[in-house]
């Protein structure tokens, strides 16, 4: 989740806060530089890889499964912006993959896609569920499963 945060907050405080129309905040600061440079950064294998390298070097568990979850949302994401993906490879390289998919576009597959990354999620939650005892974190993965089928969902009605 943490590589698309700065897309909620920055989302979150132009719709919320300041009422900036949906139309100006997903046509124009979406694809803004400044937005770009955000994202660039955030959704970086490149730096993802040498956080998980340090931690791995350094020994620290938190740290190597945090980073190796934010790796595996951008290898998942990656394949899934059409028209509006990431520069993955920053610092090194600018270039953007644009799919010909997309998990809320639905004049690129997201009418299948959605509802086939909402399933995954259900099943992965449920493997959670039976491992860990803990009512707070079984709370925990059935609010991020809630939050998931409201993203999903959100976008392409919007959309």
């Known amino acids: 989740m943490v590589p698309?945060?700065?897309?909620?907050?920055?989302?979150?405080?132009?719709?919320?806060?300041?009422?900036?129309?949906?139309?100006?905040?997903?046509d124009?600061?979406?694809?803004?530089?400044?937005?770009?440079?955000?994202?660039?950064?955030?959704n970086s294998l490149i730096l993802w890889g040498l956080l998980l390298a340090v931690a791995a070097w350094r020994h620290w568990p938190i740290v190597?499964?945090?980073?190796?979850?934010?790796?595996?949302?951008?290898?998942?994401?990656?394949?899934?912006?059409?028209?509006?993906?990431?520069?993955?490879?920053?610092?090194?390289?600018?270039?953007?993959?644009d799919s010909p998919f997309s998990y809320w576009d639905s004049r690129h597959g997201a009418g299948w896609i959605g509802p086939l990354e909402l399933a995954a999620c259900s099943v992965l939650v449920i493997v959670l569920w039976r491992r860990v005892q803990s009512w707070p974190w079984r709370i925990a993965f059935a609010l991020l499963l809630l939050a998931e089928a409201g993203t999903n969902n959100v976008w392409r009605l919007v959309f």
Do not use: C, K, N
């Open 64 to 97: 190597i499964a945090f980073a190796g979850a934010a790796l595996l949302h951008i290898a998942f994401d990656l394949p899934l912006h059409a028209g509006d993906g990431r520069p993955h490879f920053w610092p090194l390289s600018d270039w953007v993959f």
């Open 4 to 26: 698309d945060l700065s897309l909620y907050v920055m989302v979150g405080w132009h719709l919320l806060i300041l009422g900036t129309e949906p139309r100006v905040v997903f």
């Open 28 to 42: 124009e600061l979406y694809f803004s530089d400044t937005w770009q440079t955000v994202f660039a950064i955030d």
